[in-house]
């Protein structure tokens, strides 16, 4: 991959890896040792978390369009070796939440997808990216699920920074772009319509009037968790880079 041309974005967009056609792979091996990599890189790369997500389901049967989806992987670290998150001393220890999903995401099985991330400050400590295990009948339901996950994320990390001596008395602040799961939040009577998702209907409730988290609605193009439910173009991929403090450590200055 020397002579390889870096690429802007780690995955193209509208990409149809799911449904792939084509030959099988025959090396195996090479595959998963290079998904191994890629994972491995996740735990400090946030934009990979998508990619690799939807490459590692595979691992199996890998087709050669799997093969050469992992390679754009590769050319996009090969054009940003540098990139990295970037962890502010100015920081007022506060936690932040972004979560979104992506509705029937995966075509096999019409799962949806989750994706959330907690800053502290302007600083980014966790993410995930994770294929919801029912099929949602609504985006609202997918959202919800989704808010819920991260709900229980952030109240982890407050317990966490409890034991570390930092004391967050503050309601964490958990931003959503769905009005539905957001009404459904707030709105302390169930109907039909939410009867199942009363487990998680619940447990964002009790944060909320417990004053753990705070719901705030986000435009959908400030959404910062589109970035690891979805593959997108190359402006708003580098736009939500920024929003997000990951830096290239390489670039002039």
């Not at 780690?10 to 025959?26: C, D, K």
């Not at 040792?33 to 946030?46: A, D, N, V």
């Not at 995930?128 to 989704?146: F, L, M, N, P």
């Not at 708003?236 to 880079?241: I, Q, T």
Request: charged share 20%.
């Amino acid at each position: 991959m020397l002579g390889a041309k870096p690429a802007h974005v780690p995955l193209e967009q509208q990409h149809q890896l799911a449904m792939a056609l084509g030959n099988f792979l025959q090396d195996l091996e090479c595959y998963r040792q290079l998904m191994g990599c890629l994972i491995y890189l996740c735990f400090t790369r946030p934009e990979l978390s998508y990619c690799v997500y939807v490459l590692s389901q595979f691992m199996q049967q890998p087709k050669e369009a799997h093969w050469d989806a992992a390679l754009k992987v590769v050319c996009y670290l090969k054009g940003n070796p540098g990139q990295a998150i970037f962890l502010s001393r100015a920081c007022n220890l506060q936690l932040y939440g972004w979560c979104d999903s992506d509705e029937v995401g995966c075509p096999l099985t019409r799962w949806s997808l989750t994706g959330w991330f907690v800053s502290l400050g302007h600083s980014l400590i966790s993410w995930k990216t994770k294929k919801q295990r029912t099929v949602s009948r609504s985006s609202a339901e997918a959202d919800y699920h989704s808010m819920a996950m991260a709900t229980c994320e952030l109240t982890w990390l407050k317990a966490l920074l409890l034991s570390l001596g930092v004391e967050h008395r503050q309601p964490m602040k958990l931003s959503c772009d769905s009005q539905e799961a957001l009404h459904i939040a707030r709105n302390p009577i169930f109907h039909e319509r939410t009867k199942h998702v009363e487990v998680d209907c619940h447990f964002v409730r009790d944060a909320l009037v417990n004053g753990i988290i705070r719901t705030v609605f986000v435009p959908t193009h400030e959404q910062l968790a589109d970035i690891v439910t979805k593959a997108l173009g190359r402006s708003h991929f580098e736009y939500l880079l920024r929003k997000l403090g990951i830096r290239d450590l390489h670039a002039p200055t």
